[in-house]
């Protein structure tokens, strides 16, 4: 993930760069005449990042930002330069709008390019739904599904438990762990795991967790420390994790085989760097719930602890993880040095905007906390339960204007980079259905929990 400096440019406030220049700059030659140069870094639906690079320029520098949109409107927005290379925020802009924008200097006639820029467009809430229950509650055992992972629209994997009866209709005690779409039907299978680690009898363990690797590869956990290997939709290794973790698998994650990382109760992180496993120092003791990153030395982890209504989230690498921030059930004035509620879940977007959320949604941006504003009711004192969304269990997506979150009360809520909108089964605060993981790959969304005593899912296409 880039790093970035900023100046903010919007009409409420203005905020200098973070980092100056400890010596006095050289004064540039008379016959020598700066130069400004502006570039695009990003865009959202409403927002813009803009590059400003300047050579031979006396700083700190009085400069103007001028914004035109297609109508010949303009805005001007004075800021104080004292660092060469910059980042410029600029947000209250609109979707699928393009600007103009010009830097100029106050002391002279000088100025920069002028740069077009287009925001991104919304993406459309209108999907397509099928859902499927699977579980035979005469079994004695409830179904679940814990989490869903997309290879592509015609293969998907979702792991839990799932109960049947056999064929002589009695209560079978070995669950399916995996329920496979092939793009017609969902096919219930079972992963086996060592019985007892060091020995060879397998069993089909309820799964927690699933990850695909960028070769297709994939690797399936139960909820203690063991994981199965599927390649090409078939198994071919299993495993125990070293003793010296000594921890259970709450989720896996990684971009390829040789940056691994899993997490589990009492803080507790593994990562595997292709030939050995080693622990991660975390900061914290509460289990980890989530982890997502762009890459992996920047990642994300979060936790809670429902007993307590506490959450923590973690950001590190390899070598470290450490506390970015606490939360737990605070007042309002003590935002933004903790969050509120728990943290069960963690995503990332293009931008690199980090949201994370349980009882509320929030987002990182632009180092700063905030809640996410667009989402009805999202604040200390709203009451969203009673008409809109319940708890977050996950959140994942393709962009800033297209992601989902999943959890409780049938919430299932699609932002298209200005709104949210309930997808799929109308939403109710009476509802008994629970999704508990949520996964978005181009235009289909899938989501898994339970219904009652049945394991639950739904397929949503755009």
Not at 65 to 89: A, M, R, W
């Amino acid at each position: 993930m880039k790093k970035r400096f900023y100046i903010f440019l919007n009409l409420i406030f203005l905020l200098s760069l973070t980092t100056c220049s400890t010596t006095e700059p050289p004064i540039p030659p008379e016959e020598t005449k700066p130069t400004l140069t502006l570039e695009l870094d990003d865009t959202s639906c409403t927002e813009a990042w803009l590059q400003l690079k300047t050579k031979d320029l006396e700083l700190p520098a009085e400069l103007t930002l001028k914004q035109y949109n297609s109508s010949g409107d303009s805005v001007s927005h004075i800021f104080l330069l004292n660092t060469p290379d910059s980042l410029l925020y600029i947000d209250s802009l609109f979707p699928n709008k393009t600007y103009k924008f010009l830097i100029t200097m106050q002391q002279s006639n000088n100025a920069s390019n002028e740069l077009s820029v287009t925001t991104m467009d919304t993406t459309s809430h209108n999907f397509s739904y099928q859902t499927f229950e699977f579980g035979e509650p005469l079994t004695g055992n409830s179904s679940r599904l814990y989490y869903v992972a997309i290879v592509n629209e015609n293969d998907i994997w979702a792991v839990g438990e799932i109960y049947v009866n056999d064929s002589l209709g009695q209560a079978d005690p070995i669950p399916y762990n995996v329920a496979r779409w092939n793009g017609i039907e969902w096919v219930l299978k079972r992963i086996n795991f060592p019985v007892v680690c060091g020995q060879s009898n397998l069993i089909s363990y309820p799964s927690r967790s699933i990850n695909v690797f960028n070769d297709n590869e994939i690797w399936m956990s139960t909820g203690g420390d063991k994981i199965a290997v599927i390649k090409e939709g078939i198994q071919i290794n299993q495993f125990c994790l070293p003793s010296n973790l000594n921890m259970s698998i709450n989720k896996i994650w990684g971009v390829d085989k040789n940056n691994t990382y899993i997490i589990g109760n009492e803080g507790k992180v593994g990562y595997y760097n292709g030939t050995s496993w080693s622990s991660v120092t975390s900061g914290t003791t509460l289990p980890l719930t989530d982890i997502y990153g762009k890459d992996d030395n920047q990642l994300y982890i979060s936790g809670a602890y429902t007993p307590e209504v506490k959450g923590v989230l973690l950001k590190g690498n390899s070598s470290q993880f450490s506390v970015m921030i606490n939360s737990e059930i605070i007042s309002e004035n003590e935002l933004f040095e903790k969050l509120y509620g728990e943290l069960a879940s963690v995503w990332l977007d293009d931008n690199g905007t980090v949201y994370t959320g349980g009882n509320l949604l929030f987002q990182y941006k632009n180092y700063k906390w905030d809640y996410v504003r667009s989402l009805p009711e999202n604040y200390i004192g709203g009451n969203p339960g009673a008409s809109y969304r319940g708890f977050i269990s996950s959140i994942r997506g393709n962009a800033s204007n297209d992601f989902v979150v999943a959890g409780d009360r049938n919430t299932l809520k699609h932002f298209n980079g200005i709104n949210w909108q309930q997808i799929g089964l109308p939403y109710s605060p009476a509802s008994p259905i629970i999704w508990y993981s949520v996964a978005q790959k181009g235009n289909t969304v899938v989501a898994v929990g339970d219904y009652g005593s049945k394991a639950f899912i739904i397929i949503l296409n755009r």
